[in-house]
Antibody
């Protein structure tokens, strides 16, 4: 079964750090670009970060730029999100998500096709 | 940053009826860069439509997407009880951020 499994969430004080991990039992994560998406309690979805297959291209939402770092270890079949200088507004469920990228000439087509179950990060004193 | 505005915010319908959900972008997105998701309470979102009109694997044909440029539509014909959920559109336009719309809640 194709699945993603996140871990590393928890309660942290404002200004603190946390590292989220995502593993991919059932498929080869190194064959896909990956993303982190978050959802604050009772709110909508917010795209957080993207990393290409080789880690050569990385993007962040402005809300986390300079504080969060996305990385991957293809040998370990794992994805990570290092979160520093955490704020109250970073409280959310964080999802590890696979990018579907299909080529149908003359375009690529995109979607987020495999989602983890999410890990909860709570930033509070 | 491309802003996606979904309407209506809440849509109240009955099983068997047809639902029409709208997603409007603040600038041209390109039809190959628009996706739709369904999210039920306590669950992760599920990809329904990519490339504005292509159904993802396992998605029933009562779900259809259309549109191009900056106006996109998700139609659900013959609503089933399990279709009542929150629906989000997302764009993968020329550059990040890959923004989501604020969501449409489809309720009975």
């Amino acid at each position: 079964e194709v699945q993603l499994v996140e871990s590393g969430g928890g309660l942290v004080q404002p200004g603190g750090s946390l590292r989220l991990s995502c593993s991919a039992p059932g498929f080869t994560l190194s064959s896909y670009s990956m993303n982190w998406v978050r959802q604050a309690p009772g709110k909508g979805l917010e795209w957080v970060a993207y990393i290409s297959i080789t880690s050569g291209t990385i993007y962040y939402a402005d809300s986390v730029k300079g504080r969060f770092t996305i990385s991957r270890d293809n040998a370990e079949n794992s994805l990570y999100l290092q979160m520093n200088s955490l704020r109250d507004e970073d409280t959310a469920v964080y999802y590890c998500v696979r990018l579907l990228q299909l080529w149908a000439s003359p375009h690529y087509y995109y979607g987020l096709d495999v989602w983890g179950q999410g890990t909860t990060v709570t930033v509070s004193s | 940053e491309i802003v996606l505005t979904q309407s209506p915010g809440t849509l109240s319908l009955s099983p068997g009826e047809r639902a029409t959900l709208s997603c409007r972008a603040s600038q041209n997105v390109g039809s190959n860069y628009l996706a739709w998701y369904q999210q039920k309470p306590g669950q992760a979102p599920r990809l329904l439509i990519y490339g504005a009109s292509s159904r993802a694997t396992g998605i029933p044909d009562r779900f259809s997407g259309s549109g191009s440029g900056s106006d996109f539509t998700l139609i659900i014909t013959r609503l089933e009880p399990e279709d009542f959920a929150v629906y989000y559109c997302q764009q993968f336009g020329p550059s990040p951020p890959y923004t989501f719309g604020q969501g449409t809640r489809l309720e009975i």
